[in-house]
């Protein structure tokens, strides 16, 4: 009686003729050895997914560290320019301040009209020399600035005894001692 309420569904008649048929080991075989292969899938997944995080992670530490460089670069590069804009800056400062020293022709003591005489013999006089005595006498404020105005005015001494003054510029010093007087081209006499 069990038995025939059995065969009244379908689903036990399936089941017993997959038991009774051999031909169904085989399957069971395929099927085992396929839920063995779905699990080591399913492991190797996870694995595979572990070692993706592991490979996602130290690609981001890379990045990380990459930005990080990139950062202290451009710090780098900002310090380097801020210190060649510093040196440009303070190069043009040197260079105007030699240049208005240089250029700016301006007297020593325009109130002090007293006169140093100054010879200059024949067989000639070195610029250092003419400017070691007129800066001793208080008629130059610089000798090097001295020697560099002989050099641009190309001054050539020539021998005789003058005159100068620390009320004399720079310019009407070397004009007289190179024979000429500012206003008349004469020796200066005074």
């Known amino acids: 009686m069990a038995y025939d309420n059995r065969r009244r569904y379908s689903d036990f008649d399936e089941q017993d003729d997959f038991n009774q048929e051999q031909n169904y080991t085989g399957t069971i075989r395929e099927n085992l050895e396929k839920y063995r292969s779905d699990n080591v899938r399913a492991?190797?997944?996870?694995?595979?997914?572990?070692?993706?995080?592991?490979?996602?992670?130290?690609v981001e530490q890379r990045r990380r560290a990459a930005v990080k460089a990139a950062r202290k670069g451009k710090k780098v590069r900002v310090i380097v320019r801020l210190c060649i804009a510093i040196l440009v800056i303070a190069i043009c400062v040197v260079a105007f301040l030699l240049t208005y020293k240089l250029f700016y022709d301006v007297a020593v003591d325009e109130e002090n009209k007293t006169?140093?005489?100054?010879?200059?013999?024949?067989?000639?006089?070195?610029?250092?020399?003419?400017?070691?005595?007129?800066?001793?006498?208080?008629?130059?404020?610089?000798?090097?600035?001295?020697?560099?105005?002989?050099?641009?005015?190309?001054?050539k001494y020539v021998p005789g005894t003058y005159k100068v003054s620390p009320s004399y510029t720079t310019e009407k010093i070397i004009n007289i001692l190179s024979g000429y007087d500012y206003s008349d081209g004469t020796m200066d006499e005074d």
């Open 43 to 58: 492991a190797k997944a996870r694995q595979s997914s572990a070692s993706r995080k592991k490979k996602d992670k130290e």
């Open 115 to 155: 006169k140093v005489e100054i010879t200059i013999p024949e067989e000639g006089i070195s610029d250092e020399e003419v400017a070691e005595f007129l800066y001793e006498n208080g008629c130059i404020s610089d000798k090097r600035l001295y020697k560099y105005r002989t050099l641009i005015y190309d001054a």
